[in-house]
């Protein structure tokens, strides 16, 4: 990697972590620049268009990022119960009283949905992607496509909203009853659909 995209990098790291901790609107530029450790004229370099674009590009380094371990988490389990679990894991191993590294959209989603269109569609299109991976790992595992869909939607938005439980609460425990319901809530649903395979056959 050359120096410069070194520097966009750290730039889009650095400002990646404060969204996360800080929220969108508390974290400005300069302090960007300031713990990234990269020249003013850098940020203004990369990201001529300023903070929003700073943001978008932010978010879509954070969905290019769990994309990819989702992908390869889930290419370690054939069983889409126990590929969710050892999710559920990774979920559940954070601190919330010190990082917020394991709930990256939520926040600036809640945020920034009314005042930026080209954020709003940022996080949306990085929720799409993160929800298809999942529901292409339904399908893997014989769950016809339409409760696929709508079981990958449900699950997210039960760990999207336990994220905000989590920071309200400082503590993971309403996480952890929230990830033990949906396994319940899949092996249910699962027995359903099995059972509808062999009345079919």
């Not at 969204?19 to 620049?33: R, S």
């Not at 005042?115 to 529901?135: D, F, G, P, T, V």
Request: with cysteine.
């Amino acid at each position: 990697m050359s120096r410069n995209q070194e520097s966009k990098m750290k730039i889009l790291s650095t400002a990646s972590t404060l969204f996360q901790k800080q929220g969108y609107h508390a974290t400005g530029l300069n302090q960007i620049i300031k713990e990234s450790g990269c020249p003013k004229g850098s940020l203004y370099y990369y990201f001529p268009e300023g903070k929003e674009q700073l943001a978008t590009e932010a978010i879509n380094r954070t969905k290019d990022f769990a994309a990819q371990e989702l992908r390869n988490l889930f290419s370690q389990h054939d069983d889409v119960i126990k590929a969710l679990e050892c999710f559920f894991g990774q979920c559940l191993s954070f601190n919330p009283k010190i990082a917020h590294d394991g709930i990256p959209l939520a926040l600036i989603s809640l945020e920034t949905w009314h005042m930026s269109e080209q954020l709003r569609l940022a996080c949306k299109n990085a929720y799409e992607e993160l929800i298809m991976i999942l529901r292409e790992k339904f399908i893997q595992s014989n769950w016809p496509p339409e409760e696929a869909t709508e079981m990958a939607y449900l699950v997210f938005s039960m760990i999207e909203g336990g994220s905000i439980f989590v920071l309200t609460y400082k503590s993971n425990e309403s996480l952890k009853r929230i990830c033990k319901s949906i396994i319940e809530l899949i092996k249910l649903k699962q027995k359903e659909i099995r059972r509808k395979l062999r009345n079919e056959l």
